[in-house]
T-cell receptor
Framework: KNQVEQSPQSLIILEGKNCTLQ??????????LRWYKQDTGRGPVSLTI?????NTKSNGRYTATLDADTKQSSLHITASQLSDSASYIC???????????FGKGTKLSVKP | DGGITQSPKYLFRKEGQNVTLSCEQN?????MYWYRQDPGQGLRLIYY???????QKGDIAEGYSVSREKKESFPLTVTSAQKNPTAFYLC???????????FGQGTRLTVV
């Protein structure tokens, strides 16, 4: 069964600190992996998208990694800001049709 | 401004009523999708359409219906057959199934 598991479920950090969110997937055949940021009551916004051959991709203070062998991805946030408070969703695309499998998200709260 | 627009932002439905959620995009995307998001859950696919006048059921299509008469528009009707319709509904579009998906801002539907 295609699944995407994220951890932790929620996380509280102080402003300025770094954090890392985890994503494990069991999806076949793998097409690509995406990280989205979703503010409360809003639609998700794409942060990164990585294919099988990419190990790392950055978008400002966000850096995503992908280990296709262990089927794990991480999202590292550097020097967190209050505006980083949101849910971060890991999404894996399956096969040529591109069906998307969503994780349940990690809710990040950045406190002053 | 290019983008994907959902309306209304909030919608209240009486039991036994059908309601229609609007989704319009001016990105010239072929594929459009409807997802449902419940608290603590990952997004679940309701319906998707890859070309005009064609659409496919997703994982939780029961109680919902869609149409795709125009490339730009993909309205979702929540029928009275949907027993638990209170949720956050998200529409998305992409150039093709496995490329970047852009999300609307969502419609929160509440049964009163």
């Amino acid at each position: 069964k295609n699944q995407v598991e994220q951890s932790p479920q929620s996380l509280i950090i102080l402003e300025g600190k770094n954090c890392t969110l985890q994503c494990n997937y069991t999806v076949s055949p793998f097409s690509n992996l995406r990280w989205y940021k979703q503010d409360t009551g809003r639609g998700p916004v794409s942060l990164t998208i990585m294919t099988f051959s990419e190990n790392t991709k950055s978008n400002g203070r966000y850096t995503a990694t992908l280990d296709a062998d262990t089927k794990q991805s991480s999202l590292h946030i550097t020097a967190s800001q209050l505006s980083d408070s949101a849910s971060y969703i890991c999404v894996v695309s399956v096969g040529s049709q591109g069906n998307l499998i969503f994780g349940k998200g990690t809710k990040l709260s950045v406190k002053p | 401004d290019g983008g994907i627009t959902q309306s209304p932002k909030y919608l209240f439905r009486k039991e036994g009523q059908n309601v229609t959620l609007s989704c319009e995009q001016n990105l010239n995307h072929d594929a459009m999708y409807w997802y449902r998001q419940d608290p603590g859950q990952g997004l679940r696919l309701i319906y998707y359409s890859q070309i005009v006048n064609d659409f496919q059921k997703g994982d939780i299509a029961e109680g919902y219906s869609v149409s795709r008469e125009k490339k730009e528009s993909f309205p979702l009707t929540v029928t009275s057959a949907q027993k638990n319709p209170t949720a956050f509904y998200l529409c998305a579009s992409s150039i093709y199934g496995y490329t970047e998906a852009f999300f609307g801002q969502g419609t929160r539907l509440t049964v009163v």
